[in-house]
């Protein structure tokens, strides 16, 4: 997972500086790049032939882009390799994970890490919730009581992953817009609601965590 994000990372930053060379390109050049798709832009640029310009700035474009394009079609090539990696680890270790509504590979890798790099932390379903600053933290003061704040602790990777799984569930899942929606009319505020989803979501993905 460390080695997918950084490949994602590089990939991105690569294809941030085709998109910024395209704008300072010759005008020839800039209009036959400008718009392209991220797949078109790279199989183009890919293709460019710096020898073939006489004008000293083109060449330079040419070979810029061409040589980001070439890093961008290895790093999707090792992103691939990563993902294939990955999957077969998942499949040995969580294959029901991956079941749930909502869990994919690069949550479900996410959530499993986050249970490996703290074992001791699975004792209880409530010390898993709190490792993935998910538990419920209370807020009340005076005379309010019943607040209840996020937690901010926790494995950043792991509620990251829980909070994608529901933007997934409350996109896709009719009943959990159904009860997304219900709660927002009943005048808890959208953190707040997400904040319940993902303590449910951490409970339900406890079930299917690797232990002992």
Known sequence: MVAKRSARQARVKALTQMRHLVIT?????????????????????????PSRSKDPVTAAHKASLSSLAHRVQTLEDEITELDERID????????????????GPDTAAALLVAAG????RLHSEPAWAHLCGVAPIPASSGKIAGRYRLD???DRQANAALW???????????ETTAYFERKVKEGRSKRD?????????????YRYLPRG
Not at 89 to 97: K, M, Q, S, V
């Open 88 to 103: 077969a680890l998942l499949a040995a270790t969580a294959p029901e994970l991956l079941s749930l509504f909502g869990v």
């Open 117 to 120: 790099d703290n074992p001791e």
């Open 164 to 174: 994608r799984i529901v933007m997934v569930r409350i996109a896709h899942d009719p």
């Open 25 to 49: 390109a010759p005008d020839q050049l800039r209009c036959r790049l400008k718009g392209l798709t991220v797949t078109a832009l790279v199989d183009e640029a890919m293709g460019l032939r």
């Open 193 to 205: 609601v997400i904040r319940l989803l993902k303590r449910y979501v951490a409970r339900e993905v």
């Open 152 to 154: 901010r602790g926790g």
